[in-house]
């Protein structure tokens, strides 16, 4: 079973930086991608960033230059580093991975971009 554990939310102002962390319980090399998707109240869930197996990322056209997605192996992690913050960023973020056909998702965690 694959349990995915995220971290790192909170409020923060315009042009800050915030960045998210997604433990996995299973080997991440194991999974094809993993990613990061968020959801705004009242919109659907999008995605944001993932990463493939060999280590080529993918980015939304709204975050790319400002988010970066990595992993650490030896840590079972993927992180995803958020600069220049905006308040249309603000979102319910989940990580994702994908195996064997099956989508698995974390709990969320709140990013709040205010003043």
């Known amino acids: 079973q694959v349990q995915l554990v995220e971290s790192g939310g909170g409020l923060v102002q315009p042009g800050g930086s915030l960045r998210l962390s997604c433990a996995a319980s299973g080997t991440i090399v194991s999974f094809n991608r993993m990613g990061w998707f968020r959801q705004a109240p009242g919109k659907q869930r999008v995605l944001v960033a993932t990463?493939?197996?060999?280590?080529?990322?993918n980015y939304a056209v709204s975050v790319k230059g400002r988010f970066t997605i990595s992993r650490d192996y030896a840590k079972n992690t993927v992180y995803l580093q958020m600069n220049s913050l905006k308040p249309e960023d603000t979102a319910m973020y989940y990580c994702n991975a994908f195996l064997a056909y099956t989508d698995y998702w974390g709990q969320g965690t709140q990013v709040t971009v205010s003043s």
């Open positions: 990463i493939t197996n060999d280590g080529a990322p």
